[in-house]
């Protein structure tokens, strides 16, 4: 059985007819390309998923990310011209390192993510061989909660503003914001006075927290004058505290302007939203619970 990435160039050739395909005919073409046998296709793994459709999903998802597939539609994939060449260029190994220097692979989702186990060098694939155990459990999940956050920023800056803007209220309730009752509401749209969202801190009201979404493309970053447009609506509504979140990221000038104002800031970019959702289970499952175990030194005195 292939690792995943040694299906990044079967699922090339497969799509390098030009075909449109769905994704489970796509597995079942890569499968028959690379001739599985029937028991590599029925082997499972913890969760019960099938490996091979595993990997090859996973190579798909990288070569996405990379640009070298598009999706005309939801749940089918076309090779794309960055596809061909990257074929052109590695017809028989394809692996990683090689994505990492496509840009649209390396800067849309990185090499290790911040405020995860341990950091390793970026510019390096790291081999599982050399991490112990833990450290491959940590990487995995990394690698996981890593392509997770891309779809959830892709999903995010794809659907509609109004969708966005009740998301993060979603994401502010799970945290906690919003008291016993959970009182948030979408108040966007026109005559919004300048925010989308508020969250009741008390039962009564008389604490709130006014909240901002902003559903910009990656390197369109949010700057100083749309944040001293957000202090003025809190202003307006002589309110103190605000969350400014962005699918994007913010300015160096914006983020020294929400620091230097009287009223109570948070700035959220996108990074940070999607490891907030992932880890209040927000737009995402748990598929999958592991436990790790040690010896008990104690029980055998």
Do not use: C
Not at 111 to 134: E, F, N
Not at 140 to 159: K, W, Y
């Amino acid at each position: 059985m292939p690792t995943w990435d040694g299906f990044l160039v079967p699922v090339l050739r497969v799509l390098s007819d030009g075909s449109t395909r769905q994704a489970r005919d796509l597995q079942d073409y890569v499968a028959d390309h690379v001739g599985l046998s029937d028991e590599q296709r029925s082997e499972t793994i913890d969760s019960g998923q099938l490996r091979f459709r595993n990997r090859i999903n996973w190579a798909v998802s990288s070569l996405t990310r990379a640009n070298a597939l598009e999706r005309p539609r939801r749940g089918s994939y076309v090779i794309t011209a960055l596809g061909e060449q990257l074929l052109a260029d590695h017809p028989t190994v394809l692996a990683e390192h090689h994505l990492r220097q496509v840009p649209a692979y390396r800067d849309h989702v990185p090499a290790r993510r911040s405020g995860t186990a341990p950091d390793l060098p970026t510019a390096v694939a790291v081999r599982h061989d050399d991490l112990d155990p833990i450290e491959q459990i940590d990487d995995g999940i990394n690698r996981v909660h890593t392509e997770v956050a891309a779809q959830l920023l892709e999903r995010l800056r794809s659907a509609n503003p109004e969708f966005l803007e009740q998301s993060v209220l979603d994401v502010l309730v799970a945290m906690g914001y919003g008291g016993v009752e959970q009182r948030a509401r979408r108040i966007g749209g026109s005559g919004d006075g300048g925010v989308d969202g508020v969250i009741d801190q008390d039962a009564l009201g008389l604490a709130r927290i006014y909240v901002q979404a902003k559903r910009y493309a990656a390197g369109n970053s949010v700057g100083r004058p749309e944040v001293q447009g957000f202090v003025g609506a809190l202003h307006g509504h002589q309110a103190n505290q605000g969350v400014f979140i962005t699918t994007s990221n913010f300015t160096r000038d914006a983020t020294a302007y929400a620091q230097s104002v009287n009223a109570s800031i948070i700035l959220i970019d996108g990074e940070r939203l999607t490891t907030l959702m992932i880890r209040h289970g927000v737009g995402v499952q748990t598929v999958q619970m592991y436990s790790v175990v040690k010896l008990d030194e104690d029980y055998f005195e």
